[in-house]
T-cell receptor, first 113, second 111 residues
Framework: KQEVTQIPAALSVPEGENLVLNCSFT??????LQWFRQDPGKGLTSLLL?????REQTSGRLNASLDKSSGRSTLYIAASQPGDSATYLC????????????FGTGTRLTVIP | KAGVTQTPRYLIKTRGQQVTLSCSPI?????VSWYQQTPGQGLQFLFE???????NKGNFPGRFSGRQFSNSRSEMNVSTLELGDSALYLC??????????FGPGTRLTVT
C-alpha cells in the first residue's frame, strides 16, 4: 500500500525566506505527483503537477522536483510571503493512472511578516 | 470556465440518518473523485466515477456509495450516519487521468 509522508509537519519562517517542503512515498510506481495548498476550512488548490517521466516543474516562485527512484519530491518556495501561509499537501497517483490520489499528511506553513 | 462546485457547503445530520452530497465538475471533465478529510485520518480516497461507471473504490464501508449522471455530475450518499462520518467531503474533477481540480468541499457534522 502506498504511504506518503511529509516533513516537517509544521514550519514557521520570516517573510522573504526561501524554503523547502519534503514529500516521500513508499511505492515508486507512480503515474504523477501533485502539490496542493489548502487554506483553513477550504478545498485544495492545485499548485504543480509532475508526470512520472519529468524531473521538475516550475510556476512563478514555486519549483517542484521529483526523484521517482528514491521516492522523493520537494517543493521549493522562493521569497516567501505571508499569503503563502497554508497547509501544503503532496499526493501521488498509481501507475495505472487512475484518479485515486494518495495524500501525505501535509506541512502547515506560517510566514511571519 | 467555472470551477468544481459542491452543494451543500454545510450540513448537520443526526446519527442514523442518511445524506446526499452533490458535485458538479468542470465542463468537459469526465472523471469525478470523492475524498474524505478528517483531522485524524487526513485525506482518504472514497471512489472515482468516469463516464457514469465507478472506476476505482477506496477502503470504505458499503454505507458510502455514489453515482454519476450523463452530464458528469456526481452524487455521493452516506447511509446510517455515524459520528465518525463527520468530515470535510471533497470532490475533484479531471479530464481523464491527469491533473485533478478540487471543489470547496461539504462540511458534514453528525450529532
Amino acid at each position: 500500500k502506498q504511504e506518503v509522508t511529509q516533513i516537517p509537519a509544521a514550519l514557521s519562517v520570516p517573510e522573504g525566506e526561501n524554503l523547502v517542503l519534503n514529500c516521500s512515498f513508499t511505492d515508486s510506481a507512480i503515474y504523477n505527483l501533485q502539490w496542493f495548498r489548502q487554506d483553513p476550512g477550504k478545498g485544495l488548490t492545485s499548485l504543480l503537477l509532475i508526470q512520472s517521466s519529468q524531473r521538475e516543474q516550475t510556476s512563478g516562485r514555486l519549483n517542484a522536483s521529483l526523484d521517482k527512484s528514491s521516492g522523493r519530491s520537494t517543493l521549493y518556495i522562493a521569497a516567501s510571503q505571508p499569503g503563502d501561509s497554508a497547509t501544503y499537501l503532496c499526493a501521488v497517483s498509481r501507475q495505472t493512472g487512475a484518479n485515486n490520489l494518495f495524500f501525505g499528511t501535509g506541512t502547515r506553513l506560517t510566514v511571519i511578516p | 470556465k467555472a470551477g468544481v462546485t459542491q452543494t451543500p457547503r454545510y450540513l448537520i445530520k443526526t446519527r442514523g440518518q442518511q445524506v446526499t452530497l452533490s458535485c458538479s465538475p468542470i465542463s468537459g471533465h469526465r472523471s469525478v473523485s470523492w475524498y474524505q478529510q478528517t483531522p485524524g485520518q487526513g485525506l482518504q480516497f472514497l471512489f472515482e466515477y468516469f463516464s457514469e461507471t465507478q472506476r476505482n473504490k477506496g477502503n470504505f464501508p458499503g454505507r458510502f456509495s455514489g453515482r454519476q449522471f450523463s452530464n458528469s455530475r456526481s452524487e455521493m450518499n452516506v447511509s446510517t450516519l455515524e459520528l465518525g462520518d463527520s468530515a470535510l467531503y471533497l470532490c475533484a474533477s479531471s479530464y481523464d487521468s491527469y491533473e485533478q481540480y478540487f471543489g470547496p468541499g461539504t462540511r458534514l457534522t453528525v450529532t
